[in-house]
């Protein structure tokens, strides 16, 4: 009995810590300065003290740098990557910089922003405060083209929730812009563009039947043989084909990130600071990268010792809320601890995975997955998904990509596709460069070439060749 009550009481604390220690991980550098700062605000046992600590070692610090311990290499013939928590303002003046205001944006370009922060920020005013778990755990796990592959039966699992809440969330998802995104399949993603649409224009009466039965004949030209399935004339049915064409994206991440149609229209790009900054060891190409991970806090944030005092005092009144108020202190004090913790094990897996991309560029980016790394750290995959979640990394040349990037399976190959492209000395169709790139170790089909292709802003070889024509 007494096992079993232990067990009961534990239970809560344990998911209040679970459930914090989530929620901050999904946060970026600026975004939990403003959590604490807002704790701090409201929660008087909680206490920021002025004066510099190691996040990491708890030491005391000059006036400015790194911690000189976290920030040393064990063993200075080895290259494993340093990595280690510095407060925020040092990443802009550790190599004798001006502060952070003094840069110009261009210094501090990020690619494009994340997409699932894209959508949620589109969502946030209509979704249930106690949905927005869900709604990170679908969009975190979105592929490249912004389909959801994983069962929703999982995540309401996962969340111990109904699926029909689940659904109900993937639904709100799914007619953010861009519209389909989350959905299923391609088909399910042009589906939902066509009932958007529908709202607001007039659509093909036979549109949503030629995409739920005759796919194959869209993606293939074959008119005639779609005519006959939807009882239409030849005409018609390339003239469905021609609004599905023009109007709906079977991918709907690519409507964000740029396609063949939008290449030019790209979004803008954002300026922000790093969520992490990566240099190397005394600027050696051959040495140890140093990979500093933001905290946003410069002081110690602890528990307020007057306010523990004051607690054996507190009013009967006061006295349940006083507790309440050191209890969710203690908390946060722990979660951001594990917070660190688990991002400095996450980049110090993936920093030294991808030393080459982070060195050398695109074309030497390694294929890792969320998956196999929540794995090898033996985490829940959600737990990566977050952490990579909307931050941003600086590479020792200055440029800044989503921490996402690191995780993008194809830009390699897309990489080497440019560079085929780039140098044809007439159009090559996709079923040579398939070809070309398996010669290069990329074993890839025609079909992927194309997906490829598109996501690349490359048009098709006869495209490109009429392209030279009138050039």
Not at 86 to 111: C, H, I, L, N, Q
Not at 151 to 169: D, F, G, K, T
Not at 234 to 259: D, K, V
Not at 337 to 362: C, E
Request: glycine content about 4%.
């Amino acid at each position: 009995m007494i096992i079993q009550s232990q067990s009961t009481s534990l239970r809560p604390l344990t998911t209040a810590h679970l459930a914090t220690t989530m929620t901050l991980m999904g946060l970026t550098a600026a975004e939990l300065r403003q959590k604490i700062e807002a704790e701090l605000a409201s929660n008087p046992a909680l206490e920021l003290v002025e004066e510099r600590h190691c996040p990491t070692c708890r030491r005391p610090l000059a006036n400015s740098g790194p911690c000189p311990v976290c920030s040393r290499p064990l063993d200075l013939t080895a290259n494993d990557p340093i990595v280690f928590v510095s407060p925020r303002e040092d990443f802009f003046t550790s190599k004798g910089s001006s502060p952070v205001e003094d840069y110009s944006g261009d210094e501090y370009t990020a690619d494009v922003e994340d997409l699932a922060t894209y959508v949620l920020r589109q969502i946030a005013p209509e979704l249930n405060p106690e949905d927005r778990p869900v709604a990170a755990h679908i969009l975190t796990s979105l592929d490249e083209d912004g389909l959801l592959r994983l069962p929703l039966v999982e995540i309401a699992r996962y969340h111990h929730v109904l699926i029909s809440r689940v659904q109900a969330v993937l639904a709100l998802i799914q007619r953010a812009d861009p519209v389909g995104v989350g959905s299923p399949s391609p088909q399910e993603a042009l589906l939902v563009q066509l009932d958007v649409l529908s709202e607001t224009g007039s659509i093909p009466a036979l549109a949503a039947q030629a995409v739920q039965q005759g796919m194959d004949f869209l993606s293939r030209h074959q008119y005639l043989e779609l005519g006959r399935l939807l009882g239409v004339t030849t005409a018609q049915a390339r003239l469905i084909a021609q609004f599905i064409s023009e109007n709906l994206n079977p991918y709907p991440a690519r409507a964000h990130w740029g396609n063949i149609r939008q290449v030019a229209g790209r979004a803008p790009d954002v300026y922000h600071n790093p969520d992490v900054i990566i240099s190397l060891l005394n600027d050696d190409p051959e040495a140890a990268l140093v990979v500093e991970v933001i905290s946003p806090l410069a002081g110690k944030l602890r528990i307020n010792p007057l306010f523990r005092q004051a607690l054996t005092q507190a009013p009967e009144d006061k006295s349940e809320q006083w507790q309440s108020d050191l209890e969710h202190a203690s908390l946060l004090i722990k979660c951001l601890q594990q917070r660190n913790h688990t991002i400095v094990r996450l980049m110090q897996r993936l920093s030294s995975i991808q030393r080459s991309f982070i060195l050398h560029g695109d074309a030497y980016l390694a294929p890792v997955t969320r998956a196999s790394l929540a794995v090898e750290l033996q985490v829940h995959e959600s737990t990566i998904s977050r952490a990579v979640s909307g931050k941003a990394v600086q590479l020792p040349s200055g440029r800044i990509v989503p921490l996402s990037r690191l995780f993008d399976r194809s830009l390699h190959i897309r990489t080497e596709l440019r560079q085929i492209v780039s140098q044809e000395s007439r159009p090559l169709t996709d079923t040579q460069i398939a070809s070309l790139l398996k010669k290069k170790g990329y074993p890839v089909a025609r079909r992927t070439v194309a997906k490829y292709r598109a996501m690349e802003g490359i048009l098709p070889a006869h495209l490109r060749h009429q392209a030279r024509q009138f050039a």
